[in-house]
């Protein structure tokens, strides 16, 4: 089976391009803003705190996502100012929206003196089926695709947007695909642990949300060939992943004694 972009242009209105990538993404936060609004409202609190933080953490999100894409792309950004604000072709980072919406729940979180985790779990499950859906937006740019892949199902690249390594390959790994169902895989999990516990136990649902993303980033970033900057000569997006996979096993770990010695006072 051989998967193929049409194109980045759903279609033009009065003259301007409108791009799929910005279709799906708008798809995605809306899918994401429901699902959470829905966990919070069944879990926690029958309040619309998370509709009314919704657009703030949209635009952070997009902001630190965006800044985090052109401080690693700093050299080409640098000459190309003008395409700073030019989002709507991709180029949005995902450990980047992370850092700024952490920042901007932890500052909201202290002033209305509300659990932080208990923020944090309805929205990650919300981003968790957004991220499923967003990373289609990957195939109709032709981007984020992996090595050269001559499989039962592989992506047609078309010449131009070839690395020039593989200039003379024209499949790959359809590693938007993978990333789209493995992390379908992680909101469906999510889904479970949270009707299960009936939403108890939020800090372990964050930290187990960031474990598994962390675990499949980076089986991702092996099989991809768009990687921009290395540390250590692996793509700074699998060092990133590493820390966050330690940092988020710490707070399993942690909120698992946490429900343990609850159960054991009670």
Not at 135 to 163: M, T, V
Request: net charge positive; glycine share 6%; hydrophobic share 55%.
């Amino acid at each position: 089976m051989i998967l193929s972009s049409p194109g980045n242009v759903a279609f033009e209105f009065f003259g301007l391009p409108i791009y799929f990538y910005g279709i799906i993404m708008a798809c995605a936060v809306l899918a994401g803003v429901f699902v959470a609004f829905w966990a919070w409202k069944k879990y926690y609190t029958q309040d619309s705190m998370i509709l009314d933080l919704a657009p703030w953490l949209i635009i952070t999100g997009i902001f630190g996502a965006r800044v985090y894409y052109c401080l690693l792309n700093f050299h080409y950004y640098a000459e190309h100012l003008n395409e700073i604000f030019n989002v709507r072709q991709g180029g949005l980072s995902i450990h980047g929206m992370f850092l700024a919406c952490l920042v901007f729940l932890i500052i909201f979180a202290r002033c209305k003196k509300i659990s932080l985790w208990k923020l944090s779990a309805p929205m990650l499950l919300g981003v968790s089926i957004a991220q499923s859906i967003g990373r289609w937006g990957n195939f109709f740019n032709s981007e984020a695709f992996g090595k050269p892949f001559d499989g039962f199902l592989k992506l047609y690249i078309a010449p131009q947007y070839r690395p020039p390594e593989f200039a003379d390959c024209e499949y790959f790994h359809p590693a938007f695909l993978w990333e789209s169902l493995l992390d379908l895989a992680i909101f469906v999990v999510l889904f479970l642990i949270m009707k299960k516990t009936n939403g108890k136990n939020p800090l372990f649902i964050t930290s187990l949300y960031f474990f598994m993303y962390s675990v499949v980033r980076i089986l991702i970033e092996s099989i991809r060939t768009d990687s921009i900057f290395y540390v250590f000569n692996l793509p700074v997006a699998t060092v990133v992943s590493i820390a966050i996979m330690f940092i988020s096993l710490s707070g399993i770990l942690y909120s698992v004694i946490l429900c343990r010695s609850s159960l054991h006072n009670e």
